[in-house]
Every structure is written in C-alpha cells, then in structure tokens.
C-alpha cells in the first residue's frame, strides 16, 4: 500500500560525501516522523537520524557534526546528506517512516525501505 525507496548508495573513500534520499508512494494522507537506521555487518541496526513533519531533528552521537536529515513534504521525500565519511560508517542505510494511510478511518503505519548499501573504503 506504501513503499519507501532508498538511493544514493554507493562506495566512497574516506572523508568523502553521500547523499541519499528516500521517497515513499502509495495511498498516503500525511507522514509523520521520518527516520534514518543503518545496520553494519554482524552488527544491530541502530538509529542515525529522525525528523519530525514540523522539522525537529534529533541524531546519533556518531552522526552529530557530519550527517545532516531533511525531509521535502509535498514530495514525501527524506535525505540524509552524510559528509566526512569514515569506514566505520559502512553500512546498509535503511529509511523508515510512520505514515498515515487512506482508509476508513485514516491509519497511521510504520514503513521500511529494502535499504541501500553504503560503503567507506579506499
């Protein structure tokens, strides 16, 4: 009923940048919060970034200073710009979004993108 893709990925050197994007479609009235998770090899996936319909943001520790979210809402769009990339930030960078669906009455879901590889590399 609503998908979410990701692009953007890709491989890039240390101290590099990467944006991605992430556009949801489908029967959607409104979005919520949107958010950025990623998941490293071996590793849980963790939170890097959230923001709000009204723009309040909110980062991981490890994104503070380097990573920056937006989002465009007449485009249901969200980006993260991620600049001076490290190895560390290798990872599958997932969108994430709570979105209220048409139906009777209007529900509100969680949504997940398939995720897009990101990988910090020389």
């Known amino acids: 009923q609503v998908q979410l893709a990701e692009s953007g990925g890709g491989l890039v050197q240390p101290g590099g940048s990467l944006r991605l994007s992430c556009a949801a479609s489908?029967?959607?009235?409104?979005?919520?919060?949107m958010a950025w998770y990623r998941q490293a090899p071996g590793k849980q996936r963790e939170l890097v970034a959230t923001?709000?319909?009204?723009?309040?943001?909110n980062y991981a520790d490890t994104a503070k200073g380097r990573f920056t979210i937006s989002r465009d809402n007449a485009k249901n769009t969200v980006y993260l710009q991620m600049n001076s990339l490290k190895p560390e930030d290798t990872a599958v960078y997932y969108c994430?979004?709570?979105?209220?669906?048409?139906?009777?009455?209007?529900?509100?879901?969680?949504?997940w993108g398939q995720g897009t590889l990101v990988t910090v590399s020389s």
């Open positions: 994430n979004a709570d979105v209220w669906v048409v139906a009777a009455p209007p529900r509100r879901v969680a949504v």
């Open positions: 489908g029967r959607i009235v409104s979005i919520d919060t």
């Open positions: 923001i709000t319909r009204g723009d309040s943001t």
